[in-house]
């Protein structure tokens, strides 16, 4: 079955240390987003990459990072940085590495607690 | 800057009515809109609207783009408990941006 895998789905995580957040997909995509979830709002794009080995930064970058060595993987590490990092973070991929032509597959998400 | 906004925030309503959620957007580059359903948690794909005027159905769900105005609507008709969700629109360009959503309840 092909999809997108996150994990952990649940990550507690005292505050000052870094954390990375796993994204595995088996879609063949070529690109993939990382967003974040707060309560009651919608998403906000914190990185994307459209080929490997390149990504930029989307709307909310600070405090974060990300690596795309791999086609299928997509790592993204909340750093001691990031001023509040307790949220619900969702991954995706899309098909087309140029964008806004395929729509996004989404993980089930990695919700993260910070205290 | 890219901008996008949903209307209402949040709407209750009772089975059986039909509802209409907005999505008016500014982006660059526009290339297609998606509306995504989202209950508990990965959203779930709806809608991918390229073409204006072109009305896309599935079910008691439709979605139509006006790209001269830019915005889309989704229609829900004889709504069920089980549409009750956060109901969410990106425009695509070479990134999706996403709105903030509209929280829509069924009551019974």
């Known amino acids: 079955d092909g999809g997108i895998t996150q994990s952990p789905k649940y990550l507690f995580r005292k505050e000052g240390q870094n954390v990375t957040l796993s994204c595995e997909q088996n879609l063949n995509h070529d690109a993939m987003y990382w967003y974040r979830q707060d309560p009651g709002q919608g998403l906000r794009l914190i990185y994307y990459?459209?080929?490997?080995?390149?990504?930029q930064k989307g709307d909310i970058a600070e405090g974060y990072s990300v690596s795309r060595e791999k086609k299928e993987s997509f790592p993204l590490t909340v750093t001691s940085a990031q001023k509040n990092p307790t949220a619900f973070y969702l991954c995706?991929?899309?098909?087309?590495?140029?964008?806004?032509?395929?729509?996004?597959?989404f993980g089930n998400g990695t919700r993260l607690t910070v205290t | 800057e890219d901008k996008v906004v949903q209307s209402p925030l949040s709407l209750v309503v009772h089975e059986g009515d039909t509802v209409t959620l907005n999505c008016s957007y500014e982006v660059t580059n526009f290339r297609s809109l998606l509306w995504y359903k989202q209950e508990k948690k990965a959203p779930t794909f709806l809608f991918m609207l390229t073409s204006s005027g072109i009305e896309k159905k599935s079910g008691r769900l439709s979605s139509i783009l006006d790209k001269k105005e830019l915005f889309s609507i989704l229609n829900i008709t004889a709504t069920q408990t089980g549409d009750s969700a956060i109901y969410l629109c990106?425009?695509?360009?070479?990134?999706?941006?996403f709105g903030t959503g509209t929280r829509l309840k069924v009551l019974a």
């Open positions: 990106a425009p695509g360009t070479y990134k999706y941006i």
């Open positions: 995706a991929s899309s098909i087309a590495s140029g964008g806004g032509n395929s729509p996004l597959h």
């Open positions: 990459s459209q080929i490997v080995n390149d990504f």
